[in-house]
């Protein structure tokens, strides 16, 4: 069975700084693994996706890289800001029924 | 377009009653995905759907039934609601392809078994 890990756990870090978030799976047959933001009572919102051809993806301050042989993701976020405060889960696509595994999620919180 | 919308948005149930938490979406996706979310567990697969008529199990089924009548319709059922059933449910969907598609996700039901 996939299993997804996220660390850390929870992050604090000032405004402006640049930071990594890490997710790792045990099972590198995946189709792709999906990078998400939570704010706190609400959905999943979608930030990156990267495919199990791909090595990297970009979009705007976020950078998500994926390094399948190791079964390694980072989650690169330049500049933090306050308003980059929320949890950030990773999920793999993979396995039976071609189904998604999620990480437990990183709190980020940036401080002004 | 609303994307994925679920109903409803909370709910409270005693021990054994019985209640129906419907997902649509409106994007014409064939996949259709129940979540629950619970502390420290990270979001954990219930039942999916790969089209119209068709359900699977996924890593915690028991406990719960699904059905897929119409494509845009997804259905949770709790026939007989258990404290162990308080979380929060998230249903997603995607488009029938390869590794470039995206799962999308609705808002969320908060329920709560006492």
């Known amino acids: 069975k996939q299993e997804v890990t996220q660390i850390p756990a929870a992050l604090s870090v000032p405004e402006g700084e640049n930071l990594v978030l890490n997710c790792s799976f045990t099972d590198s047959a995946i189709y792709n693994l999906q990078w998400f933001r939570q704010d706190p009572g609400k959905g999943l919102t979608s930030l990156l996706l990267i495919q199990s051809s791909q090595r990297e993806q970009t979009s705007g301050r976020l950078n998500a890289s994926l390094d399948k042989s190791s079964g390694r993701s980072t989650l690169y976020i330049a500049a933090s800001q306050p308003g980059d405060s929320a949890t950030y889960l990773c999920a793999v696509r993979g396995g039976p029924g071609n189904q998604f595994y999620f990480g437990t999620g990183t709190s980020l919180t940036v401080i002004p | 377009n609303a994307g994925v919308t679920q109903t409803p948005k909370f709910r409270v149930l005693k021990t054994g009653q019985s209640m129906t938490l419907l997902c649509a979406q409106d994007?014409?996706?064939?996949?259709m995905y129940w979540y629950r979310q619970d502390p420290g567990m990270g979001l954990r697969l219930i039942h999916y759907?790969?089209?119209?008529?068709?359900?699977a199990k996924g890593e915690v089924p028991d406990g719960y039934n699904v059905s897929r009548l119409k494509k845009q319709n997804f259905l949770l059922g709790l026939e007989s609601a258990a404290p162990s059933q308080t979380s929060v449910y998230f249903c997603?969907?995607?488009?029938?392809?390869?590794?470039?598609?995206?799962?999308?996700f609705g808002p969320g039901t908060r329920l709560t078994v006492t």
């Open positions: 994007m014409n996706h064939e996949y």
């Open positions: 759907s790969v089209g119209e008529g068709t359900t």
């Open positions: 997603a969907s995607r488009p029938w392809g390869g590794r470039a598609y995206e799962q999308y």
